[in-house]
Protein backbone atom coordinates (compact mmCIF):
# COMPACT_ATOMS: atom_id res chain seq x y z
CA UNK A 1 0.00 0.00 0.00
CA UNK A 2 1.30 3.56 -0.92
CA UNK A 3 1.50 6.31 1.70
CA UNK A 4 -0.84 8.33 1.53
CA UNK A 5 0.28 11.93 0.64
CA UNK A 6 0.56 14.27 3.30
CA UNK A 7 -1.23 17.98 2.77
CA UNK A 8 0.04 20.81 2.12
CA UNK A 9 0.60 23.27 5.25
CA UNK A 10 -0.64 26.67 4.52
CA UNK A 11 -0.56 29.62 7.18
CA UNK A 12 -3.85 31.65 7.31
CA UNK A 13 -3.63 34.96 7.83
CA UNK A 14 -6.85 36.16 6.98
CA UNK A 15 -10.26 34.75 6.08
CA UNK A 16 -9.99 33.98 2.24
CA UNK A 17 -11.72 35.84 -0.26
CA UNK A 18 -11.30 38.67 1.81
CA UNK A 19 -9.96 42.02 0.89
CA UNK A 20 -6.55 41.69 -0.41
CA UNK A 21 -3.22 42.04 2.27
CA UNK A 22 -2.16 45.66 3.00
CA UNK A 23 0.48 47.00 0.89
CA UNK A 24 3.40 48.27 2.70
CA UNK A 25 3.41 51.72 4.15
CA UNK A 26 5.01 54.68 1.67
CA UNK A 27 5.57 58.11 2.40
CA UNK A 28 3.49 60.30 0.01
CA UNK A 29 7.29 62.27 -0.78
CA UNK A 30 10.76 60.63 -1.04
CA UNK A 31 13.25 62.24 1.76
CA UNK A 32 15.97 63.55 -0.79
CA UNK A 33 18.77 61.51 -1.59
CA UNK A 34 21.18 64.32 -0.97
CA UNK A 35 21.27 66.70 1.60
CA UNK A 36 22.15 70.15 0.65
CA UNK A 37 24.29 72.24 3.19
CA UNK A 38 21.56 74.47 4.45
CA UNK A 39 19.49 71.34 4.74
CA UNK A 40 22.36 69.14 6.40
CA UNK A 41 22.69 72.71 8.63
CA UNK A 42 19.42 72.15 9.34
CA UNK A 43 18.99 68.46 10.90
CA UNK A 44 22.55 68.79 12.71
CA UNK A 45 20.78 71.87 14.58
CA UNK A 46 17.50 69.24 14.89
CA UNK A 47 19.00 66.28 16.21
CA UNK A 48 21.61 68.53 18.68
CA UNK A 49 18.37 70.40 20.29
CA UNK A 50 16.73 67.00 20.29
CA UNK A 51 19.68 65.65 22.31
CA UNK A 52 20.15 68.95 24.37
CA UNK A 53 16.17 67.90 25.34
CA UNK A 54 16.61 64.69 26.52
CA UNK A 55 19.79 64.73 27.92
CA UNK A 56 18.04 68.07 30.28
CA UNK A 57 15.11 65.97 30.81
CA UNK A 58 17.34 62.84 31.78
CA UNK A 59 19.21 64.64 34.01
CA UNK A 60 16.29 66.87 36.08
CA UNK A 61 14.85 62.89 35.99
CA UNK A 62 18.27 61.75 37.81
CA UNK A 63 18.98 64.41 39.73
CA UNK A 64 15.26 64.63 41.30
CA UNK A 65 14.82 60.92 41.87
CA UNK A 66 18.07 59.71 42.10
CA UNK A 67 18.71 61.79 45.48
CA UNK A 68 15.69 60.60 47.12
CA UNK A 69 18.04 57.59 48.42
CA UNK A 70 20.54 59.89 49.62
CA UNK A 71 17.88 62.09 51.08
CA UNK A 72 16.11 59.15 53.51
CA UNK A 73 19.72 57.81 54.42
CA UNK A 74 20.74 61.10 55.89
CA UNK A 75 17.19 62.25 57.03
CA UNK A 76 17.53 60.60 60.40
CA UNK A 77 20.93 62.66 61.08
CA UNK A 78 18.58 65.61 61.06
CA UNK A 79 17.09 64.79 64.13
CA UNK A 80 13.82 64.28 62.69
CA UNK A 81 14.09 60.56 63.36
CA UNK A 82 14.39 57.52 61.55
CA UNK A 83 12.37 57.55 58.20
CA UNK A 84 9.60 54.62 58.50
CA UNK A 85 9.42 52.41 55.46
CA UNK A 86 5.82 53.32 54.36
CA UNK A 87 6.78 56.60 54.05
CA UNK A 88 9.50 55.43 51.63
CA UNK A 89 7.31 53.37 49.49
CA UNK A 90 4.58 56.05 49.20
CA UNK A 91 7.39 58.49 47.94
CA UNK A 92 8.94 56.20 45.30
CA UNK A 93 5.84 54.13 44.45
CA UNK A 94 3.54 56.98 44.30
CA UNK A 95 4.98 60.51 44.73
CA UNK A 96 7.26 59.80 42.07
CA UNK A 97 4.75 59.75 39.05
CA UNK A 98 3.53 63.26 38.76
CA UNK A 99 7.22 64.11 38.55
CA UNK A 100 7.49 61.67 35.96
CA UNK A 101 4.30 63.08 33.91
CA UNK A 102 5.47 66.49 34.54
CA UNK A 103 8.83 65.88 32.81
CA UNK A 104 7.67 63.85 30.33
CA UNK A 105 4.99 66.71 28.67
CA UNK A 106 8.02 69.30 29.69
CA UNK A 107 9.98 67.11 27.29
CA UNK A 108 7.24 66.63 24.31
CA UNK A 109 6.34 70.33 24.23
CA UNK A 110 10.09 70.68 23.79
CA UNK A 111 10.35 68.10 20.67
CA UNK A 112 7.38 69.36 18.89
CA UNK A 113 8.66 73.07 19.58
CA UNK A 114 11.80 71.69 17.81
CA UNK A 115 9.95 70.03 14.92
CA UNK A 116 7.76 72.73 14.44
CA UNK A 117 10.91 75.09 14.45
CA UNK A 118 12.62 72.88 12.25
CA UNK A 119 9.86 72.27 9.26
CA UNK A 120 9.84 76.24 9.55
CA UNK A 121 13.41 76.35 8.46
CA UNK A 122 13.06 73.68 6.00
CA UNK A 123 9.91 75.13 4.27
CA UNK A 124 11.62 78.74 4.67
CA UNK A 125 14.56 77.98 2.90
Known amino acids: MAAEPVPRREVVTRR???????????PATEPPRELTPAAHAHVRRLIRRQ????LAT???LALLVGTLPLLFRHLPATGLGPVPA????VVLGVAVYPL???LAGRYVRRAERNERDYTRAVEGA
Open 51 to 54: LRAG
Open 16 to 26: PGSTPAPTAYR
Open 100 to 102: LLL
Open 86 to 89: AVVW
Open 58 to 60: GGA
